[in-house]
């Protein structure tokens, strides 16, 4: 089967732009996650969704990124005034439950490469 | 807060030998924990997990001990190969909402011929 796919693969913009981010998880997956991976670091949480609802945002770092998925399926990071340190790759992950004990497989998409200049 | 720290890279080997990646990690309660890797131009995929201290997690030919008197979970594979070539990530998972994942910054592995 399909498996979590993010487009656009690769995305430049220029400082204080809109920019929105897309993910199609794996079909019937209830729980989604947004991680945004700088060069040469781990991926660092943003926001989980289970289902329609976000379980947890703290990891979004301020009021310019905001993310939806408005009927638990096809999740939208969207970014407002971008920044130069917005640029990372942005990567999206779903799993079945999100619920069992933390040990669901994540499964990831290729991730959106985030330019800003 | 919780937070994972493993080994820096890049960790260079010739084909054929034994293998270590170091992790540990700080965590208020009873997390799991994961190792992920990264292949060249691919995306990120679980590598394997252990869910309880002592369990051991094992796939193609890796494992990993959940040491919680020592706060580890270190990756050994007794013979890598060039194929084995990749960045690999210790992560826990945490509850909050719902279950959210820390991630180390990633140790690069090149297996040398």
């Known amino acids: 089967g399909a498996g979590v796919s993010q487009t656009p693969s690769n995305k430049v913009t220029e400082k204080g732009k809109y920019v929105e981010l897309r993910c199609d998880p794996i079909s019937g997956h209830t729980a989604l996650y947004w991680y945004r991976q700088s060069l040469g670091q781990g991926p660092e949480f943003l926001i989980y969704?289970?289902?329609?609802?976000?379980?947890?945002d703290s990891g979004l770092p301020n009021d310019r990124f905001f993310a939806v998925r408005p009927e638990g399926s096809v999740s939208t990071l969207k970014i407002q005034r971008t920044e130069r340190g917005d640029s990372a790759v942005y990567l999206c992950?779903?799993?079945?439950?999100?619920?069992?004990?933390?040990?669901?497989?994540?499964?990831f998409g290729p991730g959106t490469r985030l330019t800003v200049l | 807060g919780n937070s994972v720290t493993q080994m820096e890279g890049p960790v260079t080997l010739s084909e054929e030998a034994f293998l270590t990646i170091n992790c540990t990690y700080t965590?208020?309660?009873?997390?799991?924990l994961f190792w992920y890797v990264q292949y060249p131009g691919e995306g990120l995929q679980l590598l394997l997990k252990?869910?309880?201290?002592?369990d051991k997690g094992s796939n193609k030919g890796f494992e990993a001990t959940y040491r919680k008197e020592t706060t580890s979970f270190h990756l050994e594979k007794g013979s890598v190969q060039v194929s084995d070539s990749a960045v690999y990530f210790c992560?826990?998972?945490?509850?909050?909402?719902?279950?959210?994942?820390?991630f180390g910054a990633g140790t690069r592995l090149f297996v040398k011929a």
């Open positions: 992950a779903s799993s079945l439950t999100g619920l069992a004990g933390g040990t669901d497989t994540q499964y």
């Open positions: 965590a208020t309660g009873y997390p799991s």
């Open positions: 992560a826990l998972s945490e509850r909050t909402g719902g279950f959210k994942t820390i």
């Open positions: 252990a869910t309880k201290a002592d």
């Open positions: 969704f289970q289902g329609t609802g976000a379980a947890d």
